[in-house]
């Protein structure tokens, strides 16, 4: 069931889990957006033996199958109008993602899964990837805790970052993609009242805002249809989504922010974010 990988298309990955299928289900979008396939890779942990007997080999190939067959189904189920590749590959499955992300415009994976994504790693695979990848990653998380009366927003945390405008622009487009709100929050987390060079707190605060303000303005103009907000929070990024989670559906971030990337695909943030919808995207300008 391999097709050739050598064109862009948006991977991901399946491992016969609901979060595998959920991951697809958010890609097609993506996918449509470009006007390029949607790869399905299902990556076959090799044994640790030198030779795998051919009972064990057949069957482990009919359980790729199986979930692939699954996950093309749900995504056809879809009814959009996307070309969907398959790929089953005999490597470890971080292996085969690292690969597949040098020719894919975007990588996506569930936050957790039957396999190689379950709870107990996401973590260090998700770390992996944001570290290795050639291409942004998206770690999907849908729980179905979707409360329809409050808009779910796209967040960007664009406080302490040089790359300020590329992730503000890709954050832009999902609001886009998706119909959703946009908040650009700026994250300060001070201890007892603080100050800094700004002056008094209130000071600091109306600065920071003013500052955000600014930033947004070129994307307000380029996207006139999106809702835009700016605000300012006094603690870090993980414990706004702990507060905001079900609010929340995707929160865009820098690879080379190492302190979010900790926060978010650590093991905290596994635990925080766990039974949320909230799901993180982690950009790379030299991967654009």
Not at 90 to 104: D, F, G, M, N
Not at 176 to 189: F, S
Request: a neutral charge; one cysteine or more.
């Amino acid at each position: 069931m391999n097709e050739s990988a050598t064109r862009p298309s948006v991977v991901v990955g399946i491992d016969g889990s609901k979060a595998a299928i959920q991951a697809a289900l958010w890609a097609i979008d993506e996918a449509v957006s470009r006007d390029i396939p949607l790869r399905l890779l299902y990556a076959i942990e090799p044994d640790g033996a030198q030779r795998t007997l051919p009972d064990r080999a057949a069957r482990k190939l009919a359980i790729a199958e199986n979930a692939v067959r699954y996950a093309f189904t749900a995504v056809e189920a879809a009814d959009r109008p996307v070309k969907i590749e398959v790929e089953i590959a005999q490597e470890r499955p971080i292996t085969a993602l690292i690969r597949a992300s040098a020719s894919a415009a975007l990588l996506c994976v569930g936050a957790v899964g039957a396999y190689h994504f379950r709870a107990a790693r996401v973590g260090s695979t998700a770390a992996a990837l944001a570290v290795a990848g050639r291409c942004p990653v998206a770690i999907i998380r849908d729980q179905g805790h979707r409360d329809r009366r409050h808009p779910r927003w796209i967040v960007v945390d664009i406080h302490g970052s040089g790359e300020n405008s590329l992730l503000l622009g890709i954050a832009a487009e999902e609001a886009l993609l998706r119909n959703a709100p946009l908040k650009a929050i700026t994250c300060r987390e001070t201890r007892g009242g603080e100050t800094d060079d700004k002056g008094a707190p209130g000071d600091c605060e109306r600065w920071i805002r003013a500052n955000s303000d600014r930033q947004l303005a070129r994307w307000i103009r380029c996207y006139p249809e999106i809702q835009v907000e700016s605000v300012a929070v006094h603690r870090s990024l993980l414990d706004y989504l702990a507060d905001n989670s079900r609010s929340v559906q995707l929160v865009v971030v820098g690879a080379r922010n190492h302190a979010h990337l900790e926060q978010l695909v650590g093991p905290m943030g596994t635990a925080v974010l766990n039974n949320s919808d909230c799901s993180v995207l982690i950009v790379d300008r030299q991967n654009l």
